[in-house]
């Protein structure tokens, strides 16, 4: 009996079918594809349109594309940034009968940039610092919850702007696997080969002239072990002193906050005498700000853009001399009188250029700016039509930055 | 280069009774290519996971060569993990490729140079050394993911089912490749995988694992001819061998309508154990076909007839069912090559007898294989 395509998905798209399952994906026709990813991968991956969104597809082998779509699941469930997955797809045949390969297909994660795009359209000094931090964060968070990775690199994760910096996504997780809790020996490998597969990657975009040579590709590995670390002791570390300096202990949550996470749970004991007190972070999680802001607001941000909309939201409470009022009350007006607004204002022309929280922020940026350049205070929604005017219409759409178009890839073959 | 050893080796999951692995004792020799094998949660790749130093040891110690490892963190543990991260750099030589990790460890360029090309000798790549990524075939770019490892030149190497993401035919022409560069190279090699043909073709030798504990170690044909109890004759091989458990008279075992006088040691065996029941395993291609008058031929009526040129599988029940309790999932099914030239028709009948010698006595009480004659 010939098996039959098999579709499994929490809630299939019937486009899924239109697609021709029956040709290899090497080979699919031009007109299906939105793009083709840079770089070499060991699996073929295709982007492709579907249903007003994009989508993207590679082929696996049967049983490790099962485990990582359930993988990716439990990520999603853990709130972990991870790009969602949508579908396995099993039993293809092309025409003459011959079997394919299995397919997993996720959901193309809007205005992300893959790290290779962003060496060759913003070549800024601190580029490569601002990405080792955002993955640092990431593989923190991957490991608080029990995420070995087993191939960390930068071509493995996909960026999206985060106000001034860039927040991390885990892209494949085809080599992972998710444990009760992480010994050190596997935080360890993690953060080794993470280590040397971005120094890999970037001595890469060394010999391809994308990145200066003479940057210190193994200066910048070695960042990301340190980042890492730090962060990872500031979060987990226990930590002594004497009972009567227990302000430490606020002191110890304020500086987990500040590094945008929550604590769900700290041990505190006491020894016999009382006089010393030990305490040590059991649970932390992250997006302390996006969930402030999210509860205030509905807005659904990442964190260092939440940080940025709150401190407006102070800036706001300050203008408008409402400092004693309920902090929900002053989160609605200023979302529907200055943030929606802002928003509204952008041409549906140039919405796909950035997301609105990263829009909102690079207004904050340019309200600074021309605050100081006329020596006073400039509105919102002032500086939003300059910016608009000005700044906007010379950025490039972000919304969905792929790779190679089907023609430039022809060309390269 | 060395060798590997696992003492009393447990891991212990927080919160779990019982232990992942439990008191592993194994001692993989110098350039040995050893395999783990085993049903899926069998404590397999923990065991490798505990030797590359992911995962901790709870008791027991682990020693390459006379180092002991058990603490130490697996970069210091001169291990390479193979074909765990392969995505090869498009801008960079095959020879970069290749040798870039050396670089970041701070390896002399001429030192680099020699190591790579040593390498790509072994691995057929000279020519395509100063080429891009691009210009080589699959099974090129994956040859050069092992130079990676090779130049790196650690004293073990490990692999967690390398094959498992590539397809049918890549994978049976990628086994025989890394079982013969291993064999070249000469690095004790632990391997993992849970599928059995794959582990009797790679291996020197063999370790079976079932919940944690490791049931045997032997070369391939040890595995196959000598299973030490009941498991293990029931995983290695394929198709799987026969096994039922059948009632004993005088020596003799019932099985179906035929009698099998047992060798003298087991039944001594047996009735040491005071045992009126015997399990009794035999192999697919361990059979002759008999007749009806023949004593000793077990009746087996053919459901269906496997034909794949070479071989023919038949499937059928034993036809006496009633008296044979089987051990094994299939019931009284039972499976029996037979000579392709000549098969036997859908719904017939046919008579078997088990090949002197070739036999498998098991205790049915502990599962445990009785010495036979």
Same mark, same amino acid.
């Given at each position: 009996?010939?098996?039959?395509?098999?579709?499994?998905?929490?809630?299939?798209?019937?486009?899924?079918?239109?697609?021709?399952?029956?040709?290899? %994906?090497?080979?699919?026709?031009?007109?299906?594809?939105?793009?083709?990813?840079?770089?070499?991968? *060991?699996?073929?991956?295709?982007?492709? *349109?579907?249903?007003?969104?994009?989508?993207?597809?590679?082929?696996?082998?049967?049983?490790?594309?099962?485990?990582?779509?359930?993988?990716?699941?439990?990520?999603?469930?853990?709130?972990?940034?991870?790009?969602?997955?949508?579908?396995?797809?099993?039993?293809?045949?092309?025409?003459?009968?011959?079997?394919?390969?299995?397919?997993?297909?996720?959901? +193309? =994660?809007?205005?992300?940039?893959?790290?290779?795009?962003?060496?060759?359209?913003?070549?800024?000094?601190?580029?490569?610092?601002?990405?080792?931090?955002?993955?640092?964060?990431?593989?923190?968070?991957? +490991? %608080?919850?029990?995420?070995?990775?087993?191939?960390?690199? =930068?071509?493995?994760?996909?960026?999206?702007?985060?106000?001034?910096?860039? &927040?991390?996504?885990?892209?494949?997780?085809?080599?992972?696997?998710?444990?009760?809790?992480?010994?050190?020996?596997?935080?360890?490998?993690?953060?080794?080969?993470?280590?040397?597969?971005?120094?890999?990657?970037?001595?890469?975009?060394?010999?391809?002239?994308?990145?200066?040579?003479?940057?210190?590709?193994?200066?910048?590995?070695?960042?990301?072990?340190?980042?890492?670390?730090? =962060?990872?002791? @500031?979060?987990?570390?226990?930590?002594?002193?004497?009972?009567?300096?227990?302000?430490?202990?606020?002191?110890?949550?304020?500086?987990?906050?500040?590094?945008?996470?929550?604590?769900?749970?700290?041990?505190?004991?006491?020894?016999?005498?009382?006089?010393?007190?030990?305490?040590?972070?059991?649970?932390?999680?992250?997006?302390?700000?996006?969930?402030?802001?999210?509860? %205030?607001?509905?807005?659904?941000?990442?964190? +260092?853009?939440?940080?940025?909309?709150?401190?407006?939201?102070?800036?706001?409470? @300050?203008?408008?001399?409402?400092?004693?009022?309920?902090?929900?009350?002053?989160?609605?007006?200023?979302?529907?009188?200055?943030?929606?607004?802002?928003?509204? &204002?952008?041409? &549906?022309?140039? *919405?796909?250029?950035?997301?609105?929280?990263?829009?909102?922020?690079?207004?904050?940026?340019?309200?600074?700016?021309?605050?100081?350049?006329?020596? *006073?205070?400039?509105?919102?929604?002032?500086?939003?039509?300059?910016?608009?005017?000005?700044?906007?219409?010379?950025?490039?759409?972000?919304?969905?930055?792929?790779?190679?178009?089907?023609?430039?890839? &022809? +060309?390269?073959? | 280069?060395?060798?590997?050893?696992?003492?009393?080796?447990?891991?212990?999951?927080?919160?779990?009774?019982?232990?992942?692995?439990?008191?592993?004792?194994?001692?993989?020799?110098?350039?040995?290519?050893?395999?783990?094998?085993?049903?899926?949660?069998?404590?397999?790749?923990?065991?490798?996971? #505990?030797?590359?130093?992911?995962?901790?040891?709870?008791?027991?110690?682990?020693?390459?060569?006379?180092?002991?490892?058990?603490?130490?963190?697996?970069?210091?543990?001169?291990?390479? #993990?193979?074909?765990?991260?392969?995505?090869?750099?498009?801008?960079?030589?095959?020879?970069?490729?290749?040798?870039?990790?050396?670089?970041?460890?701070?390896?002399?360029?001429?030192?680099?140079?020699?190591?790579?090309?040593?390498?790509?000798?072994?691995?057929?790549?000279?020519?395509?050394?100063?080429?891009?990524?691009?210009?080589?075939?699959?099974?090129?770019?994956?040859?050069?993911?092992?130079?990676?490892?090779?130049?790196?030149?650690?004293?073990?190497?490990?692999?967690?089912?390398?094959?498992?993401?590539?397809? !049918?035919?890549?994978?049976?022409?990628?086994?025989?490749?890394?079982?013969?560069?291993?064999?070249?190279?000469?690095?004790?090699?632990?391997?993992?995988?849970?599928?059995?043909?794959? !582990?009797?073709?790679?291996?020197?030798?063999?370790?079976?694992?079932?919940?944690?504990?490791?049931?045997?170690?032997?070369?391939?044909?040890?595995?196959?001819?000598?299973?030490?109890?009941?498991?293990?004759?029931?995983?290695?091989?394929?198709?799987?061998?026969?096994?039922?458990?059948?009632?004993?008279?005088?020596?003799?075992?019932?099985?179906?309508?035929?009698?099998?006088?047992?060798?003298?040691?087991?039944?001594?065996?047996?009735?040491?154990?005071?045992?009126?029941?015997?399990?009794?395993?035999?192999?697919?291609?361990?059979?002759?076909?008999?007749?009806?008058?023949?004593?000793?031929?077990?009746?087996?009526?053919?459901?269906?007839?496997?034909?794949?040129?070479?071989?023919?599988?038949?499937?059928?029940?034993?036809?006496?069912?009633?008296?044979?309790?089987?051990?094994?999932?299939?019931?009284?099914?039972?499976?029996?090559?037979?000579?392709?030239?000549?098969?036997?028709?859908?719904?017939?009948?046919?008579?078997?007898?088990?090949?002197?010698?070739?036999?498998?006595?098991?205790?049915?009480?502990?599962?445990?294989?009785?010495?036979?004659?």
């Amino acid at each position: 009996m010939a098996q039959q395509l098999q579709i499994t998905a929490a809630s299939p798209d019937p486009a899924l079918l239109d697609l021709p399952w029956n040709i290899p %994906l090497a080979e699919w026709p031009s007109q299906v594809l939105a793009a083709l990813p840079r770089g070499l991968s *060991r699996h073929v991956v295709r982007f492709v *349109r579907l249903s007003g969104a994009v989508i993207a597809i590679k082929e696996i082998g049967e049983s490790v594309a099962y485990g990582e779509y359930e993988l990716l699941r439990k990520l999603g469930k853990l709130d972990v940034p991870s790009v969602v997955p949508l579908a396995v797809i099993t039993g293809r045949r092309a025409d003459d009968g011959e079997p394919l390969e299995a397919v997993l297909v996720t959901q +193309h =994660l809007q205005f992300s940039l893959p790290y290779r795009s962003l060496f060759s359209h913003i070549i800024g000094a601190d580029t490569a610092t601002r990405l080792i931090d955002a993955l640092a964060v990431l593989l923190v968070r991957l +490991h %608080l919850i029990g995420f070995y990775w087993g191939d960390v690199s =930068l071509s493995n994760t996909l960026f999206r702007r985060d106000a001034e910096s860039f &927040a991390a996504y885990l892209v494949d997780a085809e080599t992972g696997a998710l444990y009760p809790q992480l010994t050190d020996g596997q935080r360890n490998y993690d953060l080794d080969l993470a280590r040397t597969n971005i120094i890999g990657e970037l001595m890469d975009l060394e010999a391809g002239d994308v990145l200066d040579e003479g940057t210190d590709v193994i200066g910048i590995g070695d960042s990301l072990v340190e980042r890492y670390n730090d =962060l990872w002791a @500031a979060l987990t570390e226990e930590e002594s002193f004497g009972a009567d300096e227990r302000w430490r202990v606020k002191e110890r949550i304020h500086r987990v906050h500040r590094l945008g996470f929550d604590v769900d749970e700290l041990a505190m004991t006491a020894d016999a005498g009382g006089s010393l007190v030990r305490i040590q972070p059991k649970v932390v999680d992250a997006g302390y700000h996006s969930r402030r802001l999210s509860r %205030l607001t509905g807005l659904e941000v990442q964190e +260092h853009q939440a940080r940025r909309l709150l401190s407006d939201l102070d800036h706001y409470r @300050a203008l408008e001399g409402r400092g004693d009022e309920r902090e929900s009350a002053l989160a609605h007006d200023w979302l529907t009188e200055i943030f929606e607004p802002t928003i509204r &204002a952008v041409p &549906a022309s140039q *919405r796909g250029k950035l997301e609105p929280a990263q829009l909102f922020h690079e207004v904050l940026d340019h309200r600074w700016f021309l605050s100081q350049q006329q020596q *006073r205070d400039v509105p919102t929604l002032e500086a939003a039509q300059s910016y608009l005017a000005s700044v906007l219409p010379d950025r490039p759409q972000e919304q969905a930055v792929l790779g190679l178009s089907p023609e430039d890839a &022809a +060309h390269q073959e | 280069m060395a060798s590997v050893t696992f003492e009393n080796a447990t891991r212990l999951y927080p919160g779990t009774e019982r232990p992942a692995v439990d008191s592993l004792n194994l001692h993989i020799n110098d350039g040995e290519f050893l395999v783990l094998v085993g049903p899926s949660g069998c404590g397999k790749s923990t065991s490798l996971r #505990m030797l590359a130093g992911l995962e901790d040891v709870n008791s027991g110690r682990i020693l390459i060569g006379d180092r002991d490892v058990t603490d130490v963190q697996p970069k210091d543990r001169d291990i390479a #993990m193979v074909f765990q991260n392969y995505a090869l750099y498009p801008h960079m030589s095959v020879a970069e490729n290749m040798g870039f990790a050396l670089k970041i460890a701070g390896v002399p360029k001429a030192e680099i140079r020699s190591r790579v090309e040593e390498a790509a000798k072994i691995l057929d790549l000279t020519e395509y050394l100063d080429r891009k990524p691009k210009a080589l075939s699959g099974g090129q770019r994956q040859r050069v993911a092992m130079g990676r490892a090779i130049v790196r030149q650690p004293q073990v190497f490990l692999m967690d089912e390398p094959l498992s993401n590539l397809d !049918a035919k890549l994978r049976v022409s990628t086994r025989t490749q890394i079982a013969s560069l291993q064999r070249r190279l000469g690095v004790t090699t632990v391997y993992v995988t849970h599928d059995q043909t794959e !582990a009797l073709t790679m291996g020197d030798r063999i370790a079976v694992l079932k919940d944690g504990v490791l049931q045997q170690v032997g070369t391939p044909r040890e595995m196959y001819d000598t299973p030490v109890n009941v498991f293990v004759a029931g995983f290695i091989g394929s198709p799987a061998m026969n096994i039922g458990t059948y009632d004993v008279v005088d020596n003799t075992a019932h099985i179906g309508s035929a009698t099998f006088v047992l060798p003298r040691t087991a039944a001594d065996e047996l009735a040491a154990e005071d045992s009126t029941k015997v399990t009794i395993g035999f192999r697919p291609e361990a059979l002759d076909l008999t007749t009806e008058s023949d004593p000793a031929g077990i009746p087996i009526d053919v459901n269906l007839v496997e034909e794949l040129g070479s071989d023919a599988f038949v499937y059928g029940v034993i036809a006496t069912a009633e008296k044979s309790e089987s051990v094994v999932s299939r019931g009284a099914e039972v499976i029996v090559r037979v000579n392709p030239r000549s098969v036997p028709g859908k719904g017939t009948r046919i008579y078997v007898t088990i090949r002197p010698g070739q036999e498998h006595v098991f205790s049915p009480t502990t599962g445990l294989r009785l010495a036979s004659a």
